[in-house]
């Protein structure tokens, strides 16, 4: 009896321990997939060949919405890496028009106002590749086949999830595209840097500037209307991204408050002492 007990003691101890493993996560704290996001899409992208940019040329918009689908569907929302983007953004890739390429941070806003109403500048958002998904959500599930309109990741809840990836990789082609006179928009009231080290401008998109194709960067510091003004040319952060340029062998211009921008921070707040401009008589 002794002998048979500690022969199954011993085969105890030689059995290994179930390795725990920790299931995806499947709920999240970020909006699902936007609601009618294929009938979105598709609709977008007509609206854009036909109507806002018809040069952008001639596009199969099934097979622009079914190449989406298929990077993140069916998938870890954290597993979807900026290569998986790459046969939708070449069915979605169209010319830059010169001097037109503008980059923003931390005045999305008002770089989206001030080229729309010039309408001398092309930024990511109105190239088709941003257009279709602007201000949108998605991400899939490894559960289920399709967008996952119940939770999506945030921005910083992982590194690889779907939105994060796109705006990056959608971000790197967008700079290397860009020719000519590049225009930067940059919040000098912001407390948080104007050039700051973790946006999509710093990480991506000035390193992707092609020095043999952009002839000159114009750096706008624009300051809210009231205030602050944390940061200037030549200093601070902005200082910073100089020296970059300057390394990149890329001529720059910088000029604070550029005043165009200015007069239409004012439309709204006419009432503001910096709104007072003088008229000749």
């Known amino acids: 009896m002794c002998d048979l007990v500690l022969l199954g003691l011993v085969a105890l101890s030689l059995t290994k321990s179930p390795v725990a493993t920790v299931a995806p996560k499947t709920e999240w704290e970020g909006h699902g997939s936007s609601n009618n996001l294929k009938e979105i899409m598709i609709g977008r992208c007509f ?47 169209h010319d830059i028009p010169v001097n037109q390429s503008i980059f923003w941070s931390q005045t999305r806003e008002i770089t989206s106002k001030f080229s729309e109403i010039t309408e001398s500048f092309m930024p990511l958002e109105s190239t088709l590749t941003g257009y279709l998904v602007d201000n949108l959500n998605w991400c899939g599930s490894r559960s289920i086949k399709g967008p996952n309109f ?72 624009i300051d809210n209307l009231m205030g602050p003004d944390n940061e200037s040319c030549g200093s601070g952060s902005v200082g910073k991204l100089e020296l970059i340029l300057v390394e990149k062998g890329i001529k720059y211009v910088c000029e604070d408050n550029h005043r165009p921008v200015q007069i239409l921070q004012c439309i709204n707040k006419a009432d503001s002492p910096i709104c007072k401009f003088d008229v000749a008589p």
């Open 150 to 221: 119940d939770s999506c990741p945030k921005w910083n809840d992982c590194e690889n999830n779907a939105a994060r990836s796109f705006w990056r990789s959608a971000s790197k082609i967008y700079a290397s595209k860009a020719q000519g006179v590049v225009t930067v928009m940059l919040n000098g009231s912001s407390t948080a840097n104007a050039f700051r080290d973790t946006s999509i401008f710093a990480e991506i998109e000035v390193g992707n500037l092609d020095k043999a194709k952009v002839s000159l960067v114009r750096l706008w510091i």
């Open 47 to 93: 609206d854009y060949l036909e109507n806002v940019n018809p040069s952008a040329g001639v596009k199969d918009c099934a097979e622009i919405w079914e190449e989406f689908l298929k990077v993140f569907s069916g998938k870890d929302p954290c597993s979807i890496k900026e290569q998986d983007y790459k046969q939708f953004l070449h069915l979605v890739d």
